[in-house]
């Protein structure tokens, strides 16, 4: 048998069948074939995935058997094997090449690899999903990262009194509620057909001011001790300002928690990007777009991954260009388990101390 129709046989897919038992091996071939010095005549899809091992694929880098191959008419199971043959031998163009070719949403800025956002909410991409029965980190990120934010069902109504509100307040923020409560209600005659608590009722037989009381500026400490009575006047004559302080506290609260969600989500980004998300404006007839940008931590590092975990596999999705998106791509090494999904544990409830500090920086706007 010539060379010349060992290579026919080859290039017709029948190795396995007609020459392996000549040879024994794919290596034992290719070895033969160097020979005659026609390893570049060779088919090289013909080769099963099974034989393709780092051996071999070392002494196809050694004799140049890449040199002659162009990534667009490479057989499937070889194209990633053929991408790390490249990177090896010129890291840069090659990665050129898949940016331009097949990953076709990142682009190169100030010495970095960006991603081209369709919209901010795309990067939820990089969180873990969940059941149906509960939230995710994915569902909370997209919520985050849209333009509405939480939105609504997230809010928390809590019923607190007055009172409890105005036990977080710091010293400087009761004086001023002190000064407000005094130019209200100090000195006027408060009907006491209003009023429950004891607390006035004693203030009245102290004052010898029979159905009704005055408050004055040294009774304002003791009342603020009282619950009963700080939540009664609140609810009668100081009404206005009560409903206030629960509007603080329930902007208070929820703004804690939209931050502390936010926090999670911006630090939870740091797994795969560095540095805030930049918008670009761009014209497009007559109005301007704001093109979302976001600079990848290490996406040689990630593509990598994909192109070695993929390497020899003749699948259609197991090729940069079927998913032709970094996001894509991503997403299928999270459901591969090669690279972690993003992950937090969503707050049940708004931070306490974020809601004391935001009730004090807060006070002035409503009182």
């Not at 009907?191 to 203030?203: I, K, N, Q």
């Amino acid at each position: 048998m010539s060379v010349d129709e060992v290579i026919e046989i080859f290039n017709e897919g029948q190795f396995y069948d007609e020459l392996e038992p000549y040879f024994n091996d794919v290596m034992t071939f290719l070895k033969y074939i160097k020979k005659y010095d026609r390893l570049n005549e060779l088919d090289l899809g013909m080769i099963s995935p099974r034989d393709i091992d780092d051996e071999l694929i070392q002494y196809m880098e050694d004799n140049n058997i890449f040199e002659n191959m162009y990534y667009e008419s490479a057989p499937e199971d070889l194209k990633n094997i053929l991408l790390l043959a490249q990177i090896n031998k010129d890291r840069d163009k090659t990665f050129n090449f898949i940016i331009d070719n097949l990953l076709t949403d990142i682009e190169i800025r100030d010495g970095g690899y960006y991603l081209r956002l369709r919209g901010r909410e795309e990067l939820s991409y990089f969180f873990c999903g969940g059941n149906r029965n509960s939230y995710s980190a994915r569902q909370v990120a997209e919520k985050v990262l849209s333009e509405e934010g939480l939105g609504h069902e997230w809010y928390f109504d809590t019923n607190i009194s007055p009172y409890e509100v105005i036990l977080e307040l710091d010293d400087e923020n009761i004086t001023r509620l002190k000064d407000v409560m005094y130019k209200e209600v100090v000195n006027k005659e408060l009907s006491l057909e209003d009023y429950d608590s004891d607390y006035f009722e004693s203030l009245s037989e102290e004052q010898g001011t029979e159905g009704y009381f005055r408050i004055t500026s040294e009774s304002l400490n003791s009342l603020l001790k009282d619950s009963e009575a700080t939540d009664e006047l609140f609810s009668n004559d100081l009404d206005e300002i009560g409903g206030e302080l629960k509007n603080l506290y329930w902007n208070s609260e929820n703004i804690a928690y939209e931050n502390e969600v936010y926090e999670l989500v911006m630090e939870g980004l740091n797994q795969y990007f560095d540095g805030p998300i930049l918008e670009e404006p761009k014209k497009i007839g007559e109005n301007t777009r704001y093109i979302p940008y976001v600079k990848i931590r290490d996406f040689t590092g990630n593509v990598l991954s994909f192109i070695q975990s993929n390497r020899g596999s003749s699948y259609t999705d197991s090729v940069l260009e079927y998913y032709g998106d970094y996001s894509s791509m991503m997403i299928s090494l999270f459901n591969e388990g090669i690279e972690e999904c993003i992950d937090f544990r969503i707050p049940e409830y708004p931070d306490w101390k974020r809601t004391t500090k935001n009730i004090n920086e807060m006070f002035n706007d409503y009182i």
